[in-house]
């Protein structure tokens, strides 16, 4: 009854207006976009100190009201010839743990740009070795190397561009792609879009692969990428082509590795031993003979996981298995051989079980002897 007693049309009362704190500045932005600024910030600036108490959004809101369209600018898409061209490009997927620290995961991508066919590799680091390395595992994936690689202008690829836009770039990316026979080309600065086909992958994977995955670590990530090139991605049926990529693959006539061997992708960096026998390397200190003590050496670490220490000349001195974690002390047995005893110089000693690279048992290094602390007492009575 209450309901069939009121009116049809409810009666509200009348709301009062709020004052648009906008308001009194209006006509200013107009005047201001009119003679080409746009951007809201700098007018955000410009009325607040004119006494405008409103944020910043509104001005930006304003502002896009009174902004003329941005023309989309048509464009053609551009084929390659099969075996011309490779695009490749770094993509960042958040970070893993990998031997007991947090990293950054990276994800290096290939795609043929007539095939599409496409390789996938994951890293914990986007420097020169890496670069290469993936570069030589896509080649190797593939089957062959392309005329040319395109990618963005990154340091490990180019130097510089001078004002008349003449690339210089770095020599081992050069020598690299001088030992395979490709041609590198770099995009024009801001013109990502040049290298659309290998763009579109990483979209891809980040859509179809990466959501919902887990993994036991690195390795298992790499080979569960593997696994997805092989049985999903370059065997579906690609949206442009119309065709499977693995069924172009072969047409692609790519220039063949014929057996050679790999480019040396090792890093190479220079450490000095210390007094006690040992380098420091990745958190962790490996042993180096002891007639090598206190020296400058030569540190290369392999794509297979080895650490060669060499001479300043190059001569190989030892070599270890890359240890995993932090604070270890990894030992050659041997090249403690012909040390003095422990109660001589002190710095020939080390005060710990270590283990050893290459058989994986534990040995006794040579031990401190052990004072009791009056000796050292008694003797700096003497002194005095």
């Known amino acids: 009854r209450q309901v069939l007693a009121e009116p049809l049309v409810p009666v509200r009362s009348p709301r009062t207006r709020r004052r648009r704190r906008l308001g009194p500045y209006v006509e200013y932005l107009s005047k201001r976009v009119d003679k080409g600024v746009v951007n809201a910030s700098k007018l955000y600036d410009e009325i607040k100190a004119q006494g405008y108490q409103g944020c910043k959004g509104h001005v930006r809101d304003f502002v896009a009201t009174l902004r003329s369209p941005r023309p989309l600018a048509a464009t053609v898409r551009f084929e390659t010839e099969p075996g011309e061209q490779a695009q490749v490009d770094w993509a960042c997927f958040g970070t893993i743990e990998h031997q007991g620290r947090q990293r950054r995961l990276y994800a290096f991508l290939m795609t043929l740009s007539w095939s599409r066919a496409m390789y996938l590799e994951f890293t914990i680091a986007a420097d020169m070795a890496w670069w290469l390395r993936c570069h030589v595992h896509g080649f190797h994936y593939l089957g062959g190397v392309p005329r040319e690689v395109l990618h ?5 690829a180019v130097l510089s561009r001078d004002e008349t836009h003449v690339v210089h770039w770095h020599p081992k990316y050069l020598d690299f792609a001088a030992y395979y026979g490709f041609t590198p080309r770099a995009c024009q600065p801001y013109r990502a879009q040049t290298k659309g086909k290998v763009e579109a992958g990483v979209h891809y994977v980040r859509v179809n692969f990466w959501p919902g995955l887990s993994y036991t670590g690195l390795a298992d990530l790499n080979q569960q990428a593997v696994n997805w090139l092989d ?28 057996g050679k061997p790999d480019y040396d992708t090792a890093l190479v960096s220079t450490r000095r031993s210390s007094a006690d026998c040992f380098i420091s390397y990745g958190g962790n200190f490996y042993s180096v003979p002891a007639q090598h003590h206190s020296q400058n050496l030569t540190v290369r670490e392999t794509a297979s996981g080895l650490l060669v220490v060499a001479t300043a000349k190059g001569d190989e001195i030892a070599c270890h298995r890359l240890a995993e974690g932090h604070g270890q002390r990894i030992v050659e047995p041997a090249h403690y051989q012909g040390l003095p005893p422990a109660s001589r110089p002190w710095r020939w000693a080390v005060a710990e079980q270590v283990s050893v690279a290459s058989t994986g048992q534990q040995v006794d290094a040579p031990v401190v002897e052990t004072r009791s602390l009056a000796i050292y007492q008694e003797l700096a009575e003497v002194a005095a």
């Open 231 to 258: 049985t999903v991605a370059n065997l579906r049926v690609h949206g442009t082509t119309g065709q499977v990529p693995f069924d172009r693959l072969p047409l692609e006539g790519l220039l063949p590795l014929l």
């Open 152 to 156: 963005d202008n990154l340091k490990t």
